[in-house]
Each structure stands twice: as C-alpha cells, then as structure tokens.
C-alpha cells in the first residue's frame, strides 16, 4: 500500500497533462500511486492517459466539477498522504520526499505547503519563488485567523494527511472556485496546524481560461466560501465570536464591491440584480443607488462610444 496518493482531477487539458504526470512519474521519492479523475473531459484526455497503463490509475465520470473529482479521487486512494496536483501545474522531482518528511516529524500539521513557482501557459517563469519575491506572509502553525483573511496556499504545493481530509469530510463543492481555500481553512478549524517550506516545490501555471482568473467569479466563491463557514452550528461553536465577526466583515465587504466587479467584467446584468438584493437589505445607502444607476449607464455609454465610431 502506497503512503501518498497523488489527486489530479482534470478537464479539457490534454495539452498540459503530459509533462503534470511526467513530473509526478519523476519523483525521487517513489512510495505512491497516481489517480487521475477526468471530469467529462471532450479532448483526447482518455487516449493521452493510455501511455502510463500500469502506473496510473484513471477514473472518469461526467464534468461535475475539480471538488467533485478531487473527492472521487481520494474515495478511491490508499495513502496515507494525499497529494494535490491540478492537470496543467507541475512538482519539482523533490515535492513528495521533502514533505512526506516534514508531516512525519510535525505531527501536530494536518498539512504542509510551500513555496512554489508562477508559469505562464508556454511554461515562461514568471516568478521563480513567488511567496519569497513578493514578500507576503505565509499561513503556518496555529493561524486560523490569518486564514480567515489570506488564503496564500498553492493546492500543488499541498500534501495533506488522510485522515486529516477524512475529518474534514472533503471538498465543498458549492464555494467554486474557492473550494481549496474553504478546504484549507477547515483543515485549521479542526486543530491541525499548518505547516511551510521555505523553498518551491511545485509550479503553479496561471492560464487566462481558468475560473480563478475571473474576478467575478472568485468573488461570488469567496462569498459562498464564507457564507458556508457560518451557515452550521457546529462550525460557528469551533470559529468563536472574533472568527464569525471577521468572517461577516470580509463576506460583507465582497458582497459590497460585486457591483463594481460585475461591471468590470462588463456583466451590468448581474451588476443590475446585486445592487438591487443589497438595495432591499439597507435601503438607505445612498451609494447602492448610484451603483444601479452605473449599470444602465454603463452600457449606454459602450453604445454611444460605438456609434461615435461609426
């Protein structure tokens, strides 16, 4: 039986597949099983995958979902570990041997991450240590709080114990795109701490089409990410009082700002609707009502510009 099981879920990335599981098949340290879940994928994924028979195992159901497919993944894993590793990023060949050595001598982390370096969509470094060249602060040890507010963890720079992902009951699959972080952030609500490498071990690839490149949408995940943390009495007993006022502070100040995210994006028609749901709940705000008014104009002055083209 392996002691880590690698998770990749995978949609539509046929052309980014080949050097991931080359870069999993590499690894120096060699204790693991490889689990790909494709999620309905449409390109030649499934003939892609036949040239590791015997050394990954592939799975395939209907596009649910990477929180879906991650959780098959794992319903089907023997680890001891679990590995995070989206289709088109990639590990360094050390990733699973430094950190399988970290969990085994920090008990107390129910998982460890890293450093990890930025890719472009043609494997162009961006940032060669992105927490370090950046200079922002890490989640590690005992820090809920600091969660609650940054989520600055790489899903393929985690490695994560079993029994850890077990109590936690998996991913959530209503915060997309935002179902790592709430997964990460329950990992410090059930006591586990958190543990850091100073150093890249996986590459992380930042690609136009991916959902956590819409703003909008990472919005209303984060929303829905927050909303879910309250939503239980069990999780509001573990969070406490501080916890829960940060939480609606930071859910409230997303909710406020999706009129002008929505219009960025240039969806006045979602803009339109939100203002008027934050509009019924404080009708006395006056900057809601210029927020509606902003949504009518905006795509009135798109129209104009266009006929000034003309």
Request: hydrophobic fraction near 35%; charged fraction near 25%.
């Amino acid at each position: 039986m392996p002691r880590v099981s690698v998770i990749i879920p995978t949609f539509n990335c046929a052309a980014f597949l080949k050097r991931t599981v080359e870069s999993v098949l590499t690894q120096t340290y060699t204790d693991y099983e490889v689990i790909i879940v494709d999620d309905g994928s449409t390109d030649e994924t499934r003939e892609l995958v036949t040239q590791w028979e015997g050394k990954v195992r592939y799975l395939y159901q209907s596009n649910q979902g990477v929180a879906s497919a991650r959780n098959l993944a794992v319903s089907k894993a023997s680890g001891e570990f679990l590995a995070y590793l989206d289709a088109d990023d990639m590990y360094y060949p050390n990733r699973l041997e430094a950190q399988v050595a970290f969990l085994d001598a920090h008990s107390e982390c129910g998982l460890v991450h890293s450093d990890v370096t930025i890719l472009d969509e043609s494997d162009r470094v961006i940032s060669s240590s992105f927490n370090r060249e950046t200079g922002r602060s890490v989640p590690k040890g005992n820090c809920l709080m600091y969660l609650l507010e940054h989520c600055h963890i790489q899903v393929p720079s985690v490695l994560e114990r079993r029994v850890c992902y077990d109590r936690i009951g998996g991913f959530e699959q209503r915060a997309h795109p935002a179902e790592d972080y709430l997964h990460w952030i329950q990992v410090a609500l059930h006591g586990y701490a958190i543990g850091y490498i100073d150093k890249p071990l996986a590459m992380y690839r930042r690609r136009a089409t991916s959902a956590s490149a819409s703003p909008y949408k990472n919005a209303e995940g984060l929303c829905e990410m927050l909303r879910i943390l309250l939503e239980g009495n069990a999780s509001r007993e573990r969070l406490g009082a501080e916890a829960q006022r940060v939480i609606r502070r930071r859910k409230d100040k997303i909710e406020r700002n999706l009129p002008l995210i929505y219009r960025g994006a240039g969806r006045t028609d979602l803009a339109r609707r939100k203002s008027v749901a934050l509009l019924l709940k404080s009708p006395t705000e006056l900057d809601l009502y210029v927020d509606l008014v902003k949504s009518y104009l905006f795509p009135l002055a798109r129209t104009l510009r266009k006929l000034r083209k003309l």
